[in-house]
């Protein structure tokens, strides 16, 4: 018999499970909507923005107001989305290089700025796990029968829902947005009519990497972050766009929920097997509905 | 002789020989000088047959794995198995057995894998070799976690090798290395230039106009899928003996990628790049492992490879000596 308790704990986890996997993925989705480009970097940017947090951000926050927590909410994840922004700056002339070239170009650029990316955060923070909790710690928990629930991590599940909300905005309502959603649909169209398309490019590039900087920032205080997470994270990653359909951004939702019921049933049932099973359903969705479960629709 | 050497750096199964060969009988010199660099000459014979499997799946089939240490871990466990639950310690067993484990493997997960193609296959592979280092992980009380298995010296047609020094061992291990890569390197050699051969370059080429004239694109990457993962396998077995200590190391994805830039750095689609590039890549290995940056410098030189010299450095042989025919007739 499961208890209440649990059973609120581990729909919880769920959510705050599908946030942190939902602003990985939908700027996975966002690049490769718009370029065509699987870019396996993209997991680094996440890992980027937690390293930045933990090495970088906490540590600037409590140094200028002290360890109050509202600050400490608000601006390491900020400082974390600027500099992955920066970082996707440096690296977008090899977008613009790759965007005409074949997937194996493709798929071994992008690898190779992983690889380098992970002696990057090497170099930097050195090889032990690091962490910032503060924010963490301070926020609390709330007492469901048994079971702790961190306030932190909703406040991670709400801010992922503002930011779902304002892309939602972005993308629908706004000029960039619209451009955004045509280069998606059929680039030298929009060329065609007089689009600045390169602009479009950065915007989009800019963007995935501000979420994803965002989304480490704010993932890294319930968490710690170490070598070699950009890889899991991009294993994760994955699984959520073949379920999603590659390049949907309603998908980069279905399918990070989906993610997450299944790691919590699996790390419930048969926690050896977590990835396993994930990857057996993925190739079960991509075998029988390539599209993906997101209906196949761009937006 | 111009010609000749042209032809050593494009499709010559020759050229592969001479350069083993020459490899072979400087090496006991080079070993003699400093045994460090014997061994890394020893590394670089071991990865050739892996390099080869690598790009036969890549140059000449066009699929892309992100996830090659997946057979080198099969290849190398095997071994590892078989010494520990077993106590076989002939190195010619253990090549037996990682062959039939890794085609086993192989012919399970390429009968889902090798339906994709690109993308989807590069990110299953990188993912699938994931699942499997993490089992090594998880299932320490059979694999022995992080501390692996440690092994004893390989014996040979029977003969126990434990008895003797370090240097006559690893000579010992050298020379029948070498041995096994030359008839894997013919084999191969035969593949390549086989009717399949030929069928897997066309589906790479175009796979559409390759369906049409009635070719069974699965099964035939199924196959190259196979026989891939057969040569990773064999390079795992052999790592494990080299070692002598199987760690979930070899199937991590960082192996993987020294899989790739290996061969890519010799070259794909040329058949002697892997020969050229598992040389080259120890070479480099062993002065960049000093500065332990290795994994930006090799991923710095994936990018520059694919942007600045897609053929390798086989390529780049390949042109200079034309450019030296070329200016020979301008000069006569």
Redesign the interface.
Known sequence: MIELGEVVVRIYNIFFGTSVLFLIAVGLNLIYGVMRIVNLTHPAFFTLGCYTVAGLGVGIVISLLGTSLTPLLIIPPLIAALIVVIASLIVFPLFIYMSGKGDEVQLLVTYGLLLIFEDVFRLIWGVEPLRASQAYEMAGSLIVGEYLIPVYNIYVILSALILVLLLWLLLFKTKIGILIRASSMDIEMTAALGADVKKVLLVTVLLAGFLAGLGGGLYLPSASVMLGMSVELLVLAFVVVVIGGLGSFLGSFVGSFIVSVLRTITLMLFPELELALIYIVAILILTFKPEGLGGGRKW | MVERLKKAFGDDLRSNFILLAIIAVIYPAIYAISPGWGIVLGHGITWIIALLGFNLL?GYT?L?S?GHALFLGIGAYTAGFMYKYLGINSIELHILGSILSSAVVALAIGL?VV??T???F???M???A??FW??YY??YWITGGTDGIKMARFSILGISLEHLDFTTYHHIYFYFTTFLTTILIYLMWRIVNSPFGLTLKAIRDNEVRAKFIGIDIYKMRLYAFIISAIYAGITGALVANHHRLVTPDIAY?TTS?KV?FAT?LGGTRIFIGPLIGSFIFHVIESFAMRF?????I??????AI??LMPGGIAQILRTFVESIRHSGRIGG
């Open positions: 890549f066009g892309l992100f889902v339906r994709y690109r993308i989807f590069a990110i299953f990188l993912a699938i994931q699942v993490s089992l998880k299932f994805w990628g790739v890519l332990i940056y290795w994994q930006l090799m991923g710095a030189f994936i990018i694919v942007i």
